[in-house]
């Protein structure tokens, strides 16, 4: 693909870092101060950092002890019992393992 000549491709960003990477996606759906993001505690510090970066506050599901991916049971309960407006759903992929989210 040539990018300097694509119609499609308006901006092109290069990150380096997995917590900027996750930063911009976060800024980009603006999610800020108040929101909530729900993600799992099993994960790299990089996911945490992100959403406390952009100010925003982690709200933690267990995971499944065979994949150590999210527990899609325990989202409902998470969004019911937070103080802040889920805004986001992050889950993360483990070992080779990629979330169900269906």
Do not use: R
């Not at 491709?9 to 800024?27: C, E």
């Not at 108040?34 to 994960?43: A, E, K, L, Q």
């Not at 506050?57 to 999210?70: G, I, S």
């Not at 527990?71 to 992929?93: H, T, Y």
């Amino acid at each position: 693909m040539n990018y300097q000549s694509s119609q499609a491709l308006n901006i092109l960003l290069h990150v380096q870092t997995v917590l900027m990477h996750l930063m911009l996606a976060l800024i980009a759906l603006d999610i800020g101060p108040g929101d909530g993001v729900i993600t799992i505690p099993f994960t790299y510090i990089a996911t945490l950092e992100s959403i406390a970066a952009v100010g925003a506050t982690p709200v933690l599901v267990d995971v499944y002890d065979e994949t150590f991916n999210m527990n899609p049971d325990l989202i409902e309960k998470a969004i019911l019992n937070s103080q802040n407006e889920i805004k986001a759903i992050m889950p993360v992929d483990l070992f080779g393992l990629p979330q169900d989210i269906v």
